[in-house]
């Protein structure tokens, strides 16, 4: 299946090349669970250059100043910090500019474009994709999340849309390998690119376990945009009558806020600290929307509290029922008012919660990312590369 990199065939590995990595990310406009995997991978290759399409530092940690990111010729377009989702159509050319020629590996951390990028014949280029691109073929849920969609360009979207979904599927080859980020994205590679995954869920930054005695009150929150399905938890919590917290901040928090009752609170951003101790404080936590994975309802679940969740996407995958947490399974405020008082007559034990959380830990995602980068190169070199420099290249030295 793989042939051997040039460098690397019996009798050449003592010229002593060094394999060279790049990593490959969509943008670096906006943080979310996306860029937290984008930033174990760097981990696991510190001094690996970071290709993008655009990048703006004030959106960002302040520690990725540090890397070496290049970026493409969309960040020199006019009005790119507002516009960037209008240029979407520039997005496949801005990838395939980049002149990666010189790397033996890349990892591209992709939920739309990267993936895209022309590796060199020979390297090996491995995608850990959060999902397949939304925008091309899951519109509907695109259009609903990011508020886009209208004017000339909504006119113009089929076309558009013919083009991306034929560009996303001609460059998925490019791909010597998938990892998603959880079994219902890698239903949708099989689905649309005839490729299979393997799963491994994304790094969580497991918060020191405090063993509180929880409060009587419930917890919501994280970007407030309509497709997070806030709306159902106010609905629910305006009929039960018990309180919520509601924390983040977003487009939809006027909506929310005019639906909502006395007994529920909106707090805005929190820094983390804020969070973990709200997330250590709380009866349990709702989550009524459909994500491709999910990471705060583990953030919680590392605090020993249990997540009531709406029994589709990656809450299937990280909620175990009975032990850390209860599903609703209908989109309905009524449904989900109907689990949360269910489960008030539930018992859980912080302690086992927290164990499960842990099955999620930052540490072991980058050793499973270690061990599958590690299978490619040895099948992809014919064991032919010498075992120090294999160690290096996954990250073991």
Known sequence: MFTCWPEFHPGVVSVGRTMRVAIVHDYLNQYGGAERVLEALHDLYPEAPVYTSIYDPAAMPDAYRTWDIHTSFMQRLPGWKSNFRRYFALYPSAFESFDLSAYDLILSSSSAFAKGIIPRPGACHL???????????????????????????????????????????????????????????AGRIQRYYGRSATVISPPVDLPLFRDYMPEDFYLAGGRLLPYKRLSLAVEAFNKLGLPLKIFGEGRDRANLEALAGPNIEFLGWLNEQQRCDLFARCRGFIFPGEEDFGITPLEVMAMGRPVIAFAAGGALETVQEGVSGRFFHQPTAAALAAAVGASRGDTYSPRTIRRHAEQFGRDLFLQRMRDYIEQHIHERTNGTVPEQERQRLVGKL
């Open 127 to 185: 995608c850990y994709c959060h999902t397949p691109m939304r925008f091309a073929w899951r519109t509907g849920d695109y259009v609903d999340r990011e508020g886009i969609g209208g004017g000339v360009q909504g006119a113009l979207l089929p076309l558009l849309l013919t083009y991306v979904r034929l560009w996303d599927v001609s460059t998925n080859h490019r791909v010597d390998g998938f990892v998603a980020n959880s079994h219902e994205v």
